[in-house]
């Protein structure tokens, strides 16, 4: 099994390059905070993962919890929580469990399942998720109206979300709140949501139907004001485009 890198009492601060590199059979099995990092404070960039997390609190693919910068990261680890069922301190997403920190150009195409707070990039959010998209399917297994299951953040605590969307299957008991893009934020409406602020209406954003969501080409992308913010091309010098667009890679969706 992988050690996360990070732990509560020596948790990692550093800068961590993955070079465009993926990580396979990654299998994680750590009690609270589990991922290819535990707790980061530092900033994780440019690398992709695969394998399997299982743990009790804090679960994502490449952060248990995250208090730094996740960018440019793509998670195709499955994730799961096998924290105590409806309990708050269960945090799991496909990047990261529970984010105090930054979360941008990233996205996760495996399940995710879990006990309380469950989403497709964070299970637990109050600071930003941004150019974020989520296509894996999402579980809650909990029972109680106090948890909540979202396509992009399970539960959003006052922190800012946008240029996101979601294409994976929710899945939650009749009493659990959710939506396609924050679980406690009742934006049911399938899609791309272009931007939401910070304890704003809970229908701000612009909403398409997943049969809007079409491939184009960069040359459209990059014309569309829809996209405007969005960086299909220097990806900051990164060497990976996570957000390049290529009509024969996942039917087009970046």
Not at 16 to 25: A, E, M, R, V
Not at 155 to 174: A, F, K, P, R
Not at 179 to 199: H, I, K, R, V
Request: glycine share 16%; with cysteine; proline share 2%.
């Amino acid at each position: 099994y992988w050690f996360p890198i990070g732990t509560e009492n020596n948790i990692y601060r550093g800068n961590f390059n993955g070079d465009s590199f993926n990580i396979k059979n990654m299998n994680v099995l750590n009690g609270t905070a589990v991922g290819l990092f535990g707790y980061n404070q530092g900033t994780i960039y440019n690398v992709k993962v695969h394998g399997t997390a299982i743990g009790g609190q804090m679960v994502g693919g490449i952060a248990g919890s995250n208090g730094g910068s996740v960018e440019y990261v793509a998670n195709h680890v499955t994730v799961t929580g096998i924290g105590t069922l409806n309990t708050d301190s269960n945090s799991v997403g496909g990047v990261v469990g529970y984010n105090a920190g930054d979360i941008f150009a990233s996205y996760n195409t495996a399940s995710v399942t879990g006990n309380y707070y469950v989403g497709g990039i964070a299970g637990y959010n109050d600071t930003k998720v941004l150019n974020a998209y989520n296509t894996g399917a999402i579980t809650n297994n909990a029972t109680t109206n106090r948890a909540s299951v979202g396509g992009i953040v399970g539960y959003n605590d006052g922190g800012e979300i946008g240029y996101v969307y979601n294409l994976g299957t929710i899945s939650h008991d009749e009493n659990v709140p959710y939506s396609n893009f924050a679980g406690n934020e009742q934006l049911t409406l399938p899609g791309y949501y272009l931007s939401t602020l910070p304890g704003g209406d809970n229908d701000t954003g612009c909403a398409l139907t997943q049969e809007q969501l079409q491939p184009i080409s960069t040359a459209e992308f990059n014309a569309s004001t829809q996209f405007a913010g969005w960086n299909s091309a220097s990806n900051n010098g990164y060497k990976d485009n996570i957000w390049e667009i290529n009509p024969q890679d996942n039917n087009g969706y970046a």
